[in-house]
């Protein structure tokens, strides 16, 4: 049997469907259009100012910018970014989420209104949060109360739990630390509503460019670089150096510094590690600095894949001993889904490593006194949920093998 011939589509034809065709594209491509230009509307605000003109002047005279960015003193090495996507789509904890309500102890003014009796009290708020009392003054580091670590109010991560102090009752403070200016450290609203206060910020180089965007007036503004200090009353705050990146928006990234902090008084020290992967300079920061009373060091949001970014508990641990920390309060936890590991993991791994390692950690509720140069007891008040050790889930730092050894179960990558 023969087969009839198949009809081909005329030439009008084709050009009909061609047209249609180009209008859906072009409809598709207006829609997306205006779906980023609304949402660069919506962000534009928070994500900050550019560094430019004499403040660019200065960056550009720092031994740490070249190529026209800052730069770590290590090399940084990144996993693949094809394992990485797939580890983001498909991978993960099943727990990265608290599914019961983490328990705080709620804060007021009122609380604060005599002062420690050591002289020396830290009130850790969840994630990067806190506020350090410190020999007559009051420091508070990387203030972030918005909902979500994210330039829009309504997507990104968002936090686990309401602030246990609302902004409203923090008390007089003397300065603002900021160690970097991503998005769980760097929070618009919190920043404006503390600016309105006359707040005195002090910051590393690059960041003041967001506050002046914001409306903080300069005089409120320190910037330093890596190894600066600036005087605040009877403490001294000195930028130490880190291993991490920068940016709130990709073109931006590495634009403005990133750091960590020493407060020192008259009689008590107290050093922030910010965002950071294993570096040595941390056997110089505790050489120049040290010792401390008290260490505030990150230890979540860590993963093999970005090893030479974050920590990770082990080597948070190892930084304490290496600063020389007398108390060690993990922070960089507990507050926003950032990673793909269980939300208790870090803690849990902390205590292990810190058991083996002899160090002190303690670990208050979010809103939680604690006044580390006394006796106080570290309690289990998050739940028990499964969670990898370093053995099955390990993450270091390259190029710092000098450092891990004994801790790490495998040579790092």
């Keep these: 049997m023969s087969r009839a011939p198949v009809?081909?589509?005329?030439?009008?034809?084709?050009?009909?469907?061609?047209?249609?065709?180009?209008?859906?594209?072009?409809?598709?491509?207006?829609?997306?259009?205006i779906g980023v230009s609304a949402l660069w509307l919506l962000a534009r605000d928070a994500i900050g100012g550019r560094v430019e003109g004499a403040r660019l002047a200065r960056i550009e005279r720092s031994p740490h910018w070249r190529e026209g960015q800052f730069q770590n003193r290590l090399a940084r090495v990144d996993g693949p970014l094809m394992e990485t996507l797939s580890e983001w789509l498909f991978g993960g904890s099943a727990h990265r989420f608290p599914d019961t309500p983490v328990p705080l102890v709620a804060r007021a003014a009122a609380d604060y209104a005599t002062p420690p009796s050591t002289g020396l009290r830290v009130t850790w708020f969840g994630h990067s949060t806190s506020l350090l009392e410190i020999d007559g003054q009051r420091v508070l580091i990387?203030?972030?109360?918005?909902?979500?670590?994210?330039?829009?109010?309504?997507?990104?991560?968002?936090?686990?739990?309401?602030?246990?102090l609302p902004l409203a009752e923090l008390p007089a403070i003397d300065a603002v630390l900021i160690s970097h200016d991503h998005y769980d450290h760097l929070d618009r609203p919190t920043i404006l509503a503390l600016a309105a206060r006359g707040t005195r910020f002090v910051v590393p180089l690059g960041i003041g460019a967001h506050l002046e965007k914001w409306g903080v007036p300069l005089r409120d503004v320190v910037e330093l670089d890596w190894w600066e200090s600036t005087r605040v009353g009877g403490l001294t705050l000195t930028s130490t150096p880190s291993r991490h990146f920068s940016g709130r928006l990709k073109p931006n990234e590495n634009r403005t510094l990133w750091t960590g902090w020493s407060i020192a008084g008259a009689a008590h020290r107290a050093y922030y590690s910010g965002d950071t992967a294993l570096d040595d300079t941390a056997i110089e920061i505790g050489a120049r600095l040290g010792p401390f009373d008290l260490t505030m060091i990150e230890v979540g949001e860590y993963d093999a894949l970005w090893s030479d970014v974050h920590l990770g508990p082990e080597q948070a641990v190892r930084v304490h001993a290496l600063v020389g920390g007398r108390v060690m309060l993990p922070v960089h936890w507990a507050g926003f889904d950032l990673a793909l590991h269980g939300w208790t993991e870090p803690i849990e791994r902390v205590l292990v490593a810190s058991r083996a390692e002899g160090v002190r950690v303690a670990t208050p509720l979010p809103g939680e006194l604690l006044e580390p140069t006394t006796s106080f007891s570290s309690v289990r008040w998050w739940p028990v949920l499964p969670w990898r050790t370093v053995q099955q889930a390990p993450a270091f730092s390259t190029s710092v093998a000098h450092l891990l050894a004994p801790i790490a179960p495998e040579a790092p990558r």
């Design 7 to 33: 009809a081909k589509p005329s030439l009008r034809g084709r050009r009909r469907w061609l047209r249609f065709a180009g209008v859906g594209v072009a409809c598709l491509l207006i829609v997306l259009t």
């Design 142 to 164: 990387d203030p972030v109360w918005g909902a979500r670590a994210s330039p829009l109010a309504f997507a990104g991560p968002k936090r686990y739990f309401t602030p246990p």
